[in-house]
């Protein structure tokens, strides 16, 4: 798809409170800049992200999905993003299947100290949804 | 060869099930009775002779019997309870046991080589019509045949033998067994006073194959045609064509058992100026909304413990195929992990389980 101008890709993150959430306030206190398409939704664990509601801000039109967990095994409830991992291979699975755009779903681990990942990460997916274009479901009815 | 009992005639099962609950094997009894001309309905006795009524091999399967079990909890009365399932119930139940949704301990599984069940619509047609079902699925059974025009997911189904169940019928061809799969199913045998022969079943296993080889086809055949078929949104949408939200798919399969569900809480009831935004940005709405999402979310949750019992598909008032949706997209999600539900015990769900190295490019 060719780039748009003027798209601004809208992104939903669902960051995890111990590792993601706190690496994103940590990009903030160090004033590490990244653009500012990404919504935070703050979860205990991405574990805890039913992917009910990753499907909804994707059929509602959200550009993207960024699920940020803990690194594996640094879990702080031991095997949440274990478990997060694999829901979301079953997501993109069926995503894939039946037709939607899989990659715009993304899971990343990125932990409390690397402000600098999570700017690079979010800069990163915005380049990509910018090139990918928009949603085509936000003006679906479905 | 295989440790077994031959039965003189299919009645027989009833006058053992009769004989184990005289003898105390049992409490009760859980199957599918019959009740004059009314429809054969699944249910429970402790009555001796309300055995007469048991149709072990009815050709249809008014509800998943796993759902109706996992619903009653019978360890909390410590009922020992027998109950004559089809293979998809057994399955069912492996899982719903992994789900912690069915305590097995004082639960006893019988199951058989199933020809294939009708659809209760079906079913009550043929019997308006003067037809006789049920004999209609014994003279398949007894010329070791395919019961012929069963519903969709039935055809398709390539597991009609029981593997987990504690005793499995050997039903198909006019000399049936009783086989013992598990130390349970063989110390009841024989303490009922069945005794056990070595039976070679070659002859028997060859001729199974040829039926499950024809339905292995028709699934090979039924895949390869959705996958062309479903595989865009657009045609997705198409296929849930009628679809009115009435959850039926969702009450009567057995792995949407949970009580917190999505769909059974508030968090769909969307406050009023959500239409507002939606009127604007999408047009018309579809109502009731969240139709497609119902459906994404359950081939999320339940699709890699689908047994692919087509009740999803029988209980649909529109008539939308789920049966291929559940069936093939779930194998697909199985895969995924090697996962197949209702193989085996040992087996942990994907879902409960990781590994701490796969999936390494999600």
Same mark, same amino acid.
């Given at each position: 798809m060719s780039e748009q101008k003027d798209f601004e890709p809208k992104i939903i993150g669902f960051l995890c409170n111990w590792c993601t959430y706190t690496g994103a306030d940590l990009a903030g206190t160090a004033r590490i800049q990244y653009p500012p398409n990404i919504r935070v939704i703050r979860m !205990?664990?991405?574990?805890?992200?039913? !992917?009910v509601y990753v499907m909804k801000a994707l059929l509602e039109g959200a550009d993207g999905v960024l699920i940020g967990g803990c690194h594996p095994g640094d879990c702080h409830y031991q095997s949440g993003n274990f478990k997060a991992r694999r829901r979301v291979a079953i997501l993109k699975k069926i995503l894939q299947r039946l037709g939607f755009d899989d990659d715009r779903v993304w899971l990343r681990w990125i932990s409390a100290s690397e402000g600098k990942k999570f700017a690079a990460t979010v800069t990163e997916m915005v380049d990509y949804l910018k090139k990918k274009g928009p949603n085509p479901l936000k003006s679906m009815a479905v | 060869m295989s440790l077994a009992y031959k039965i003189k005639n299919r009645e027989e099962i009833k006058e053992i099930v009769k004989k184990s609950l005289q003898e105390n094997y049992f409490d009760s009894v859980l199957g599918i009775f019959a009740e004059g001309t009314l429809t054969p309905h699944l249910g429970v006795t402790?009555?001796? =002779? /309300?055995? /007469?009524?048991?149709?072990?091999?009815? +050709?249809? #399967? =008014?509800?998943?019997a796993s759902r109706v079990i996992s619903n009653i909890k019978f360890t909390e009365n410590n009922l020992k309870v027998l109950c004559i399932l089809k293979p998809c119930e057994m399955r069912a139940v492996v899982e719903l046991v992994k789900l912690k949704?069915?305590? +097995? /301990?004082n639960l006893f599984f019988i199951s058989f080589d199933c020809p294939g069940v009708l659809e209760v619509t079906d079913y009550r047609s043929r019997i308006n019509n003067g037809k006789n079902p049920v004999d209609e699925s014994l003279a398949s059974l007894n010329s070791f045949n395919d019961f012929s025009d069963n519903r969709y997911a039935c055809s398709i189904c390539d597991k009609l033998a029981p593997k987990l169940s504690d005793i499995r019928i050997?039903?198909?061809?006019v000399d049936n067994y009783l086989e013992p799969l598990t130390e349970k199913g063989k110390i009841f045998m024989q303490s009922i006073g069945l005794e056990l022969a070595e039976v070679d079943f070659s002859v028997y296993d060859q001729k199974l194959k040829t039926i499950l080889d024809k339905r292995a086809g028709k699934r090979a055949l039924e895949r390869e045609i959705f996958s062309k078929e479903v595989n865009q949104i657009d045609a997705f949408l198409k296929e849930l064509d009628g679809c009115i939200r009435c959850h039926n798919c969702m009450v009567n399969? +057995? #792995? /949407?058992?949970?009580?917190?569900c999505v769909f059974r809480s508030p968090v769909f009831d969307h406050p009023s100026e959500n239409y507002n935004i939606w009127l604007e940005r999408k047009g018309e709405v579809r109502l009731p909304a969240d139709m497609l999402i119902f459906h994404l979310t359950r081939l999320n949750h339940m699709s890699t413990s689908c047994v692919s019992c087509g009740m999803c598909e029988s209980s649909c008032p529109t008539g939308i195929r789920l049966t291929r949706i559940f069936s093939f997209i779930g194998e697909e999600t199985q895969k995924i992990f090697d996962y197949e539900p209702g193989?085996?015990?040992n087996e942990e769900l994907p879902v409960a389980t990781f590994r701490e190295k796969e999936l390494d490019k999600i």
């Amino acid at each position: 798809m060719s780039e748009q101008k003027d798209f601004e890709p809208k992104i939903i993150g669902f960051l995890c409170n111990w590792c993601t959430y706190t690496g994103a306030d940590l990009a903030g206190t160090a004033r590490i800049q990244y653009p500012p398409n990404i919504r935070v939704i703050r979860m !205990m664990c991405s574990g805890g992200v039913d !992917m009910v509601y990753v499907m909804k801000a994707l059929l509602e039109g959200a550009d993207g999905v960024l699920i940020g967990g803990c690194h594996p095994g640094d879990c702080h409830y031991q095997s949440g993003n274990f478990k997060a991992r694999r829901r979301v291979a079953i997501l993109k699975k069926i995503l894939q299947r039946l037709g939607f755009d899989d990659d715009r779903v993304w899971l990343r681990w990125i932990s409390a100290s690397e402000g600098k990942k999570f700017a690079a990460t979010v800069t990163e997916m915005v380049d990509y949804l910018k090139k990918k274009g928009p949603n085509p479901l936000k003006s679906m009815a479905v | 060869m295989s440790l077994a009992y031959k039965i003189k005639n299919r009645e027989e099962i009833k006058e053992i099930v009769k004989k184990s609950l005289q003898e105390n094997y049992f409490d009760s009894v859980l199957g599918i009775f019959a009740e004059g001309t009314l429809t054969p309905h699944l249910g429970v006795t402790s009555k001796v =002779p /309300d055995i /007469d009524r048991l149709m072990i091999f009815a +050709p249809l #399967m =008014p509800v998943q019997a796993s759902r109706v079990i996992s619903n009653i909890k019978f360890t909390e009365n410590n009922l020992k309870v027998l109950c004559i399932l089809k293979p998809c119930e057994m399955r069912a139940v492996v899982e719903l046991v992994k789900l912690k949704q069915i305590v +097995p /301990d004082n639960l006893f599984f019988i199951s058989f080589d199933c020809p294939g069940v009708l659809e209760v619509t079906d079913y009550r047609s043929r019997i308006n019509n003067g037809k006789n079902p049920v004999d209609e699925s014994l003279a398949s059974l007894n010329s070791f045949n395919d019961f012929s025009d069963n519903r969709y997911a039935c055809s398709i189904c390539d597991k009609l033998a029981p593997k987990l169940s504690d005793i499995r019928i050997r039903s198909f061809g006019v000399d049936n067994y009783l086989e013992p799969l598990t130390e349970k199913g063989k110390i009841f045998m024989q303490s009922i006073g069945l005794e056990l022969a070595e039976v070679d079943f070659s002859v028997y296993d060859q001729k199974l194959k040829t039926i499950l080889d024809k339905r292995a086809g028709k699934r090979a055949l039924e895949r390869e045609i959705f996958s062309k078929e479903v595989n865009q949104i657009d045609a997705f949408l198409k296929e849930l064509d009628g679809c009115i939200r009435c959850h039926n798919c969702m009450v009567n399969c +057995p #792995m /949407d058992y949970c009580k917190e569900c999505v769909f059974r809480s508030p968090v769909f009831d969307h406050p009023s100026e959500n239409y507002n935004i939606w009127l604007e940005r999408k047009g018309e709405v579809r109502l009731p909304a969240d139709m497609l999402i119902f459906h994404l979310t359950r081939l999320n949750h339940m699709s890699t413990s689908c047994v692919s019992c087509g009740m999803c598909e029988s209980s649909c008032p529109t008539g939308i195929r789920l049966t291929r949706i559940f069936s093939f997209i779930g194998e697909e999600t199985q895969k995924i992990f090697d996962y197949e539900p209702g193989r085996s015990w040992n087996e942990e769900l994907p879902v409960a389980t990781f590994r701490e190295k796969e999936l390494d490019k999600i």
